[in-house]
C-alpha cells in the first residue's frame, strides 16, 4: 500500500497523559499537514511542513502540541497534558509542490481523552 | 473561521436520483477541491476546478464555480448507495496550496 498511512487508528487516554501519533507520508511527497476534526465538523487545519521544515502552525496548535518531521519522511504529533477536548480525530495528508495542491489523506488516528 | 460552508448540511435521496450540494467561500481562491469523507475515514480527493474554470466533469461527477458569487456546486448523477458519505469543499486562499479551509460537509444519504 503506498498510501499516507497513521498510526495508531485509535487511542484511549486519561486526561493529563501524554499521547504521540505519527504519519507516514506517501514516499516522493514533499509536503506534509495536521489536520484536527470533530465530530460533525470538517478538518481544521493545524500544520504543515515542507520536507523537514515546519512552515505553518495554526492558532489552533497550543503549546501542549509538538509536531515534528525528522528527515522530511514519517512525522510525529504529541499532545501533552491531554484534556478532553483534545478528544477528535487527527489526519494527516500529504502532497507533492507543484501537483495542484491535491492532497492524500491517511485514514487519521481518533483519540479518546477520558 | 473557516472558508468554506456546504449546504445542505445533509440530503437524502433514494437511489438513482440526483444529488447537488453547495458550498459557499469568502476570500478568492486559486482552486477549489471537492473531497468525500466515508464514516470515519480519511478524505477522499474527488475534482478539482480551477478559478479560471465555470465546469468540470469527472464520471458521475459535475462541478461548477462561480467566482462573482464565490460558489460552488456539486453534482453527482445516478446516485448509488456506495455514494453515502460526506462531501467537502475545500479551499486554499494562498498562493502555496499550503493549507486547506473545509467546511463542515454535506452528509449524503442514498437509500437503496
Known amino acids: 500500500d503506498t498510501g499516507v498511512s497513521q498510526d495508531p487508528r485509535h487511542k484511549i487516554t486519561k486526561r493529563g497523559q501524554n499521547v504521540t501519533f505519527r504519519c507516514d507520508p506517501i514516499?516522493?511527497?514533499?509536503?506534509l499537514y495536521w489536520y484536527r476534526q470533530t465530530l460533525g465538523q470538517g478538518p481544521e487545519f493545524l500544520t504543515y511542513?515542507?520536507?523537514?521544515?515546519?512552515?505553518?502552525k495554526s492558532r489552533l496548535l497550543s503549546d501542549r502540541f509538538s509536531a515534528e518531521r525528522p528527515k522530511g519522511s514519517f512525522s510525529t504529533l504529541e499532545i501533552q497534558r491531554t484534556e478532553q477536548g483534545d478528544s477528535a480525530m487527527y489526519l494527516c495528508?500529504?502532497?507533492?509542490?507543484?501537483?495542484?495542491?491535491?492532497?492524500?489523506f491517511g485514514a487519521g488516528t481518533r483519540l479518546s481523552v477520558l | 473561521s473557516q472558508q468554506g460552508e456546504e449546504d445542505p448540511q445533509a440530503l437524502s435521496i433514494q437511489e438513482g436520483e440526483n444529488a447537488t450540494m453547495n458550498c459557499s467561500y469568502k476570500?478568492?481562491?486559486?482552486?477549489l477541491q471537492w473531497y468525500r469523507q466515508n464514516s470515519g475515514r480519511g478524505l477522499v480527493h474527488l475534482i478539482l476546478?480551477?478559478?479560471?474554470?465555470r465546469e468540470k466533469h469527472s464520471g458521475r461527477l459535475r462541478v461548477t464555480l462561480d467566482t462573482s458569487k464565490k460558489s460552488s456546486s456539486l453534482l453527482i448523477t445516478a446516485s448509488r448507495a456506495a455514494d453515502t458519505a460526506s462531501y467537502f469543499c475545500?479551499?486554499?486562499?494562498?498562493?502555496?496550496?499550503?493549507?486547506?479551509?473545509f467546511g463542515s460537509g454535506t452528509k449524503l444519504n442514498v437509500k437503496p
Open positions: 475545500a479551499t486554499a486562499s494562498d498562493g502555496g496550496f499550503n493549507k486547506f479551509y
Open positions: 511542513f515542507q520536507n523537514e521544515a515546519q512552515l505553518e
Open positions: 476546478i480551477r478559478s479560471n474554470e
Open positions: 495528508a500529504s502532497s507533492l509542490a507543484g501537483d495542484r495542491g491535491i492532497q492524500y
Open positions: 476570500t478568492s481562491i486559486n482552486n
Open positions: 514516499s516522493e511527497h514533499n509536503r
